[in-house]
């Protein structure tokens, strides 16, 4: 399953899709309460102890409800298309107008959720791990192990053309591989 958030004058939506028989699309009427979930690792933190190491990371626990999508309003395909368009915009920013558009079969056999977000809470673990005093005083384990942050990060490398393809990589491509990069790091450099 892929997703996109997106923010409309009446609040903000998550889009969710997958296979149209897929349990969860099947499974979740409108006015479902389901809970969505995401954390992205930027860290291990390796204490002196086994015990006080940990990981640093980023976690959002988004809480909402599934909006009714009546298919057979006039409407419904435009909105499906908009909810596809979302999610391949948040997949990679400019792809939307830089390929096929779905076949009316592919948009069948796809389903869609559209999720109002009623609460949405995040965390974050940032940091050396905490060591205990008792470490910190024996000066044997200070100056014989290590204790620190090995930082994580996302990074997009150059792209690699199919064998069918006949075109060089696009600017989008370019762009959002540049874009993407050059987010600074959530952990201090040294």
């Not at 954390?39 to 959002?60: F, K, V």
């Not at 940091?127 to 044997?140: H, T």
């Not at 620190?148 to 490398?157: D, R, S």
Request: glycine fraction near 6%; charge should be negative; include cysteine.
């Amino acid at each position: 399953m892929v997703s996109a958030i997106t923010e409309e004058q009446d609040g903000v939506y998550v889009y969710i899709h997958g296979y149209h028989k897929a349990r969860l699309v099947k499974m979740l009427p409108p006015e479902s309460r389901v809970c969505i979930t995401a954390t992205l690792l930027d860290g291990l933190a390796l204490a002196w102890s086994a015990y006080a190491s940990n990981m640093n990371y980023r976690c959002a626990v988004l809480h909402g409800e599934v909006m009714d999508w009546d298919e057979t309003t006039p409407d419904a395909q435009a909105a499906k298309t908009e909810a596809a368009r979302q999610i391949v915009e948040g997949v990679c920013t400019g792809r939307w107008d830089e390929c096929r558009q779905p076949s009316k079969a592919e948009m069948t056999t796809t389903g869609f959720l559209k999720i109002k977000v009623l609460s949405a809470s995040a965390k974050i673990s940032s940091g050396c791990a905490g060591e205990e005093k008792r470490d910190l005083d024996d000066a044997e384990i200070t100056s014989k192990l290590w204790a620190g942050v090995i930082p994580t990060k996302l990074m997009l490398l150059d792209p690699i053309s199919s064998d069918d393809n006949k075109v060089p990589v696009p600017q989008h491509v370019k762009d959002f591989i540049a874009s993407n990069n050059a987010k600074p790091v959530p952990w201090p450099k040294e």
